[in-house]
């Protein structure tokens, strides 16, 4: 954060710094069931929001895509899309018939300190979950905060954001992207060019990695959440 004063460049460092990360090792039963409900998470955004936003998503996508100048290639874009979505559909295989959350995504500030969480419910991870922790984050911040949004296939969403209205052009103004250090080895060169954190100036020694940190914290609950109760499972968060 920059205190009380907002709206520094990006090319200055920004305003916060951000990273977002899915875990699908924290997943939860069918069986487990639930019990009477207790108590309302702090840091998960509400199911509903995450689902509305996908339903914007999905609808944009109905719609002709607007021409726009990118920062690389469709084609790399195109590759390192193809690359994850291949990974990420062997991570992904049969989760659905045995849990009903498959796994959750996180949002990060710069000092490693979770900010927001999101349960992913659907197969694979899609763009709803990240954009819907942004567009909660925007809702807290003031409008012409600047933000660096770090994230392992940023490339592929930043073309989304620029292509379609997903976002609001208020929020969109005020986004930089970039991958995270350690993917960011296997996006095409074009893509490192533009998106590797260690090449994009402003970015200091942000790596966008405070999620594995953080994950690491909270390995001793994965046994305990694949059998609590949905109410319980949040409220171990």
């Not at 875990?23 to 840091?43: E, I, M, S």
Request: include cysteine.
């Amino acid at each position: 954060m920059q205190g009380m004063m907002f709206g520094k460049p990006t090319a200055d460092g920004g305003d916060i710094h951000t990273a977002t990360d899915d875990n699908f090792h924290h997943r939860h039963q069918h069986v487990a069931g639930d019990c009477l409900h207790f108590y309302d998470p702090t840091y998960f955004i509400p199911k509903q929001f995450v689902d509305d936003v996908g339903r914007h998503i999905e609808a944009q996508h109905k719609r002709p895509a607007k021409s726009t100048v990118l920062l690389m290639p469709d084609k790399a874009i195109d590759q390192c899309e193809t690359a994850y979505e291949a990974a990420d559909r062997k991570k992904q295989n049969a989760a659905m018939d045995s849990f009903d959350d498959t796994g959750i995504m996180a949002l990060i500030c710069r000092h490693d300190i979770p900010l927001f969480f999101a349960n992913i419910n659907s197969p694979g991870e899609q763009q709803k979950y990240s954009v819907a922790l942004l567009e909660h984050l925007f809702s807290l911040i003031p409008s012409y905060a600047m933000v660096v949004a770090l994230y392992d296939v940023r490339c592929v969403l930043a073309r989304s954001l620029s292509k379609f209205d997903i976002l609001p052009r208020s929020i969109v103004s005020c986004l930089c992207f970039a991958t995270t250090a350690m993917h960011a080895y296997g996006h095409e060169w074009a893509c490192q060019l533009v998106y590797n954190p260690c090449m994009c100036v402003g970015l200091g020694l942000s790596d966008g990695e405070g999620t594995e940190r953080l994950w690491s914290r909270l390995v001793h609950l994965i046994g305990i959440e694949r059998s609590s109760s949905v109410c319980l499972l949040n409220s171990c968060h």
